[in-house]
């Protein structure tokens, strides 16, 4: 849920790079790549089941080192998170409540989220069992609603693959770097029952949203065309407005705003959850509650001001930046410094149990 919602939401297979018709290629093509950036941050947890990211950290580097390098992840809790309410808030405020203050939008997103934060991990992660089928039914409607204009519309799609490898890989980056949302793996693995299927259960939540990702950039393509595709702010949303099954069914569009704000809702109340558990052991407080909120303030504060607009948010998802500073400096930083101290003491102990 947490994955599918912002990248059906920008679709930026399609928007952030010159793929066209072949979308759907570059969301295939982006699994694989997701792929080992999710093997990266799952394999240290569950390599140390009983740890948070925090404490492991501490163990491998040493106290003071390990919490400095904590404290890159906890605040791409903070980025990532206030970012997704933001385009949230952004798409409610242009196409459904255009008089209602972004700020209260943002602001309500993370009063409720903040509470399922404070009530713990198993409350979000029942609410989402909650709300999953809900989800799941909207995503399937939306997907199913535009089938009869493709054998009308099946030309936009033509020709594939024609212009080579190029547009279809540039397409993946961005698909690939935004995959921050796995890093709460590192906090929340502790408080599953059976640890060691966190990663297979992960590998597999990013297979089945990659493939509705696909099946989106195919037939928002054809329902749109390439070029208004492109050119769309949210192309799946605007491919939703553009279906109408008959003239008494219409405004579809408001399915996949709900099945969104499901997604963002539990997003939003994992990365609260983890980032004041994580930072409450950096810290060194005995519970996580009492920072739950003033970082809910710190985190609706950052969503209003940290953007002027949403054109400004959409560059954040070129490919040039957000690749660096997303899958370079949230992830493969942080945790490329805790792998090589793994296996290094890893070395080191094999020597010594040789010697």
């Keep these: 849920m947490m994955r599918t919602t912002i990248l059906i939401a920008l679709m930026p297979v399609l928007t952030t790079a010159d793929t066209l018709q072949d979308g759907w290629a570059s969301a295939v093509a982006a699994f694989f790549g997701a792929a080992l950036l999710v093997a990266v941050i799952g394999g240290l947890a569950v390599r140390f089941p009983a740890e948070t990211l925090v404490e492991y950290s501490q163990k491998l580097l040493g106290k003071w080192p390990g919490k400095l390098l904590s404290l890159v992840p906890l605040f791409a809790f903070l980025y990532m998170a206030a970012t997704d309410i933001r385009v949230y808030g952004e798409a409610l405020v242009t196409v459904f409540l255009t008089e209602t203050p972004l700020a209260f939008i943002i602001g309500a997103m993370v009063f409720i989220s903040a509470l399922a934060a404070y009530a713990g991990i198993e409350v979000i992660g029942r609410s989402a069992d909650l709300f999953f089928p809900l989800f799941l039914l909207a995503i399937i409607i939306s997907l199913v609603a535009p089938l009869p204009q493709v054998p009308i519309l099946i030309r936009n799609i033509e020709p594939v693959l024609a212009r080579g490898a190029g547009p279809v890989l540039r397409g993946a980056i961005t698909p690939i770097a935004v995959i921050s949302q796995y890093m709460v793996l590192t906090m ?18 990013l297979g089945a949203s990659s493939a509705v990702l696909a099946m989106s950039a195919l037939l928002v393509v054809i329902t749109l065309g390439p070029q208004r595709a492109a050119r769309s702010v949210f192309p799946f949303l605007s491919m939703i407005r553009a279906v109408q099954l008959s003239e008494f069914i219409e405004r579809m569009e408001v399915l996949i705003v709900f099945a969104w704000g499901f997604g963002v809702f539990i997003a939003v109340a994992a990365f609260l959850f983890s980032g004041a558990r994580g930072l409450a052991q950096v810290m060194g407080l005995k519970t996580y509650r009492p920072l739950i909120g003033p970082m809910a303030a710190v985190w609706v504060a950052m969503a209003v001001h940290a953007h002027d607009d949403l054109f400004q948010v959409s560059t954040l998802f070129q490919p040039g930046l957000i690749f660096p500073l997303a899958a370079v400096g949230f992830i493969l930083l942080p945790m490329g410094v805790l792998w090589g101290a793994y296996l290094i003491r890893a070395l080191l102990g094999r020597l010594h149990g040789a010697g």
């Design 188 to 205: 929340i693995t502790p408080s599953t029952i059976e640890p060691k299927r966190v990663l297979r259960t992960a590998l597999g939540a």
